[in-house]
């Protein structure tokens, strides 16, 4: 299958009082078309900011080191700033927890759409009135030509997402990135916006980047899984794989902080200890602190463990994985 994005080697800074902090340090994945990549760890781990770094978009005090982001086969680091903001919206768009930071609250859903549509489909008006109207249906919107008409602050916070998702996939992207689309939604309109997500996967011919804290998430939606710790990408594999045999002890950590709901009782066992900010400095592997692996292994605290192909397809980097009986 073809890559839709690769990301290589990427490092990224944030300057916080004139000093410079690493913020992802040598993070790699791919995506092909048609593929759902989950992106998962605890909050702070630099979930959104990979995101930013694709898009482009990341603060003015935040930057990236080294690396290559691939899109199409062209890499975007090395593009002019302008040709970068032509493939903002027409070959990846992107949704947010928030809709309505993408939504304008000053114009209606039909204007927006259909001046994205021109915009990126190089259409004329009534073609693409048609098109926005075709694509409310697809979202699941019922009584598409009332809602053109309205404003985004008419609509439900599912609904503004669902016309969000119309926008982006209108453009008919390559790549799609949702960052915790559904978190701010209550439960079963997260359901159905997801069974969207999964369904229009089919149609889309697209590589889709989930970002998710939420693992329950990842089961319904990821074909591969990435798992950051601290800016690190510590775990590498299908979802089958990470969830039937994940080898990273965070992961391991991450699966039992899961309520599951297949027993009657359940029991939440949260990873003990905090989560570093991206100014502490811990040597060794930047989990050790909180590893309860690493206690007896002095290698934990002295070097940073690199990554290895523990079975086909599924990468850890933990020098203790590989000892491990599961
Ligand atoms: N503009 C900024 N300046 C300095 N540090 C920042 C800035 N933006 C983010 N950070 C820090 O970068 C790290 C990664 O942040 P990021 O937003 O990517 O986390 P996340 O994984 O998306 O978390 P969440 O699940 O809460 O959304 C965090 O430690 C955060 O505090
Ligand atoms: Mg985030």
């Known amino acids: 299958m073809e890559k839709v994005l690769e990301v290589k080697n990427l490092y990224a800074t944030f300057t916080i009082q004139k000093k410079d902090y690493e913020v992802l340090h040598d993070i790699s994945f791919s995506i092909k078309r048609n593929e ?17 770094c694709i898009m482009q978009l990341l603060p003015k005090n935040g930057k990236i080191q080294s690396g290559s982001i691939i899109l199409d086969g062209q890499d975007l680091l090395k593009l002019p700033k302008k040709e970068v903001r ?12 928030e809709p309505m930071t993408a939504l304008n609250p000053l114009l209606t859903i039909g204007s927006q759409l259909k001046e994205n549509i021109m915009l990126h489909r190089g259409l004329k008006k009534k073609e693409a009135t048609d098109l ?10 019922a009584n598409p030509k009332e809602r053109l008409r309205q404003y985004p602050f008419e609509l439900s916070g599912g609904l503004r997402q669902r016309v969000l998702i119309a926008m982006v996939l209108s453009a008919q992207p390559d790549l799609l990135i949702a960052d915790e689309p559904t978190t701010a939604l209550d439960v079963t309109i997260q359901k159905q916006v997801l069974t969207l997500l999964n369904d229009l996967k089919k149609d889309m011919n697209a590589g889709i980047l989930f970002i998710t804290h939420d693992l329950g998430v990842v089961a319904e939606i990821a074909d591969r899984v990435v798992v950051l710790y601290a800016g690190r990408k510590v775990e590498e594999g299908t979802t089958e794989q990470i969830f039937k045999n994940p080898l990273h002890p965070y992961t391991i950590g991450l699966m039992k902080a899961v309520p599951n709901v297949d027993l009657d009782e359940f029991e939440i066992k949260p990873i003990p200890g905090t989560f570093p900010n991206i100014t502490e400095e811990i040597p060794g592997c930047r989990f050790n602190p909180r590893c309860p692996l690493s206690r007896e292994c002095p290698l934990c605290t002295k070097e940073a463990p690199e990554m290895i192909e523990a079975e086909k397809g599924h990468f850890v980097a933990c020098h203790l994985a590989k000892e491990e009986k599961r």
């Open 36 to 52: 759902t990549v989950c992106v998962v760890g605890e909050s702070g781990c630099g979930k959104s900011v990979t995101t930013l």
């Open 86 to 97: 032509q493939y903002r919206g027409k070959k990846m768009g992107m949704i947010f927890q």
């Open 132 to 141: 926005a109207l075709e694509y409310l249906k697809k979202v699941g919107i």
